[in-house]
Every structure is written in C-alpha cells, then in structure tokens.
C-alpha cells in the first residue's frame, strides 16, 4: 500500500497490565507480535486520539517498521502494526493537556480512595460544584447544556482528554474493591451506576480535575466550588 511508503510514526499507551508484546518496550528495541493477527500493536498518530482503557500506565512514542495486512478505514487515526521501533518514552502526563501533571496527581489519589474518604465526600460537596463543573464543560463545548454528570463528549472527548472517564473508572473500580461490588448497579441502559456516596465522591473528583486540568475554562468565582470537596482530601 502506497500509505506506507513513509516510515508511519505516532504514540501507544500502554497500561501496567498490559499482557501484550508492548509490556517490555523500553527506549530503542524494537517489539514485535507474534503474528500478523490481532491484537495488534495500536499506533495512535496523536496523543489525543488514545484511548486509555486502563491506568496507570507508560507513553511511547513509535515509529512502525511493520504494518499489519489488515488496516482500519483511510479517515482513521491510528495504524495497527505487527513490529515497531520504540523511540522513546514520552511523560505520561501528556494524556490530559497541558496541566496533565496536576490530572495523573488526582488520578494517583483516586486509586486509594478509602471507605473513610467516601463518607467524608459524601456531603462535603458545595451544593452549585456541579453547575460549576456544567459552566466549565459549557466553555469548552460552547453551548449552554446540563453537562453535571458529562464524561466525554466529541472527537476530542473533553478539556483533558480521557482524563475524566479514566477517573471515574478507577472510582468504579475501587468501589468494586472495597464493598466486593455491593455500591454499584445497573440503570435501565445497562451501565455501572454507583450508590450515591460513591457517586458524590466520584463528583469531587472529577470537579477537581476540571479545576487543575482545565483552569483557563473555570470563571473566577468557581475554583473554591470545584476544589473545596478535594481540599479534605489532601
């Protein structure tokens, strides 16, 4: 294919249990799979466009010495690969803007959440947090819906790119954990719903990730709002 008569180059993320051939990437080697079928080596041409299913994780930054026969449709934005030269590792923070640093930091906290932290958040929220956290999606979205409970939205999913899914993820993940799956169930669209103090603590998170992530988008009177629940926390 004509496509690949340029060395193709682009970013995989790769989570820490990750059982793939990219676990033992490391700067210079080259990682291949063990045949031309999937799962392939995914090879985002953006950081933005990554999709992180699980966190934490490393960023490589790749270029494809070979693709895989079966490729996705021309207008996509990765490549599947079967070998690549891994180049080097990028900060993983790169994943959700340019205040990921303060993103991986709620992230990091978020994945040792205690049943003692989720009674304290339970009520520690302001009652307008939410409509602060609605303005700030509204700015960036520039429309003027109710985006309280809005993960992702658009190609470019949101201020902080995967940022605010991953973290509700790792809420769901811990509230599985830690009550063996008694505070989640499931809405009549067959999602994962968290028991409303799990819910309230997954809200303080992310409103603090939206007021460290994305602080350009946050009107002047809304940072004590979005933070004030994440404040006890630290």
């Given at each position: 294919?004509?496509?690949?008569?340029?060395?193709?180059?682009?970013?995989?993320?790769?989570a820490d249990v990750e059982d793939g051939p990219m676990r033992f990437a490391?700067?210079?080697?080259?990682?291949?799979?063990?045949?031309?079928?999937?799962?392939?080596?995914?090879?985002?041409?953006?950081?933005?466009?990554?999709?992180?299913?699980?966190?934490?994780?490393?960023?490589?930054?790749?270029?494809?010495?070979?693709?895989?026969?079966?490729?996705?449709?021309?207008?996509?934005?990765?490549?599947?690969?079967?070998?690549?030269e891994v180049i080097d590792e990028e900060p993983v923070w790169r994943l959700?803007?340019?205040?990921?640093?303060?993103?991986?930091?709620?992230?990091?906290?978020?994945?040792?959440?205690?049943?003692?932290?989720?009674?304290?958040?339970?009520?520690?929220?302001?009652?307008?947090?939410?409509?602060?956290?609605?303005?700030?999606?509204?700015?960036?979205?520039?429309?003027?819906?109710?985006?309280?409970?809005?993960?992702?939205?658009?190609?470019?999913?949101?201020?902080?790119?995967?940022?605010?899914?991953?973290?509700?993820?790792?809420?769901?993940?811990?509230?599985?954990?830690?009550?063996?799956?008694?505070?989640?169930?499931?809405?009549?669209?067959?999602?994962?719903?968290?028991?409303?103090?799990?819910?309230?603590?997954?809200?303080?998170?992310?409103?603090?990730?939206?007021?460290?992530?994305?602080?350009?988008?946050?009107?002047?009177?809304?940072?004590?709002?979005?933070?004030?629940?994440?404040?006890?926390?630290?």
């Open positions: 294919m004509s496509w690949f008569r340029r060395r193709v180059s682009g970013f995989v993320f790769v490391a700067a210079g080697k080259t990682v291949r799979s063990a045949d031309d079928g999937p799962p392939w080596i995914v090879v985002d041409q953006a950081i933005e466009s990554i999709v992180v299913a699980k966190w934490p994780g490393k960023l490589w930054r790749v270029s494809v010495l070979k693709p895989a026969a079966e490729q996705p449709a021309a207008y996509a934005k990765y490549t599947r690969a079967v070998a690549v959700f803007g340019a205040h990921g640093e303060a993103v991986c930091r709620i992230l990091e906290r978020a994945r040792t959440i205690t049943l003692d932290d989720v009674a304290m958040l339970e009520n520690a929220i302001p009652d307008e947090a939410r409509e602060a956290y609605s303005r700030a999606w509204n700015r960036w979205l520039g429309d003027a819906h109710d985006h309280t409970a809005t993960l992702a939205a658009g190609d470019s999913r949101s201020p902080i790119g995967a940022g605010f899914t991953v973290l509700h993820n790792l809420i769901v993940e811990r509230a599985r954990t830690l009550t063996g799956g008694a505070a989640l169930t499931t809405n009549d669209d067959d999602e994962v719903v968290l028991a409303p103090e799990w819910s309230a603590a997954s809200d303080a998170f992310l409103h603090a990730a939206m007021a460290h992530g994305s602080p350009e988008l946050i009107a002047s009177s809304d940072p004590e709002l979005l933070t004030a629940a994440w404040k006890r926390l630290s």
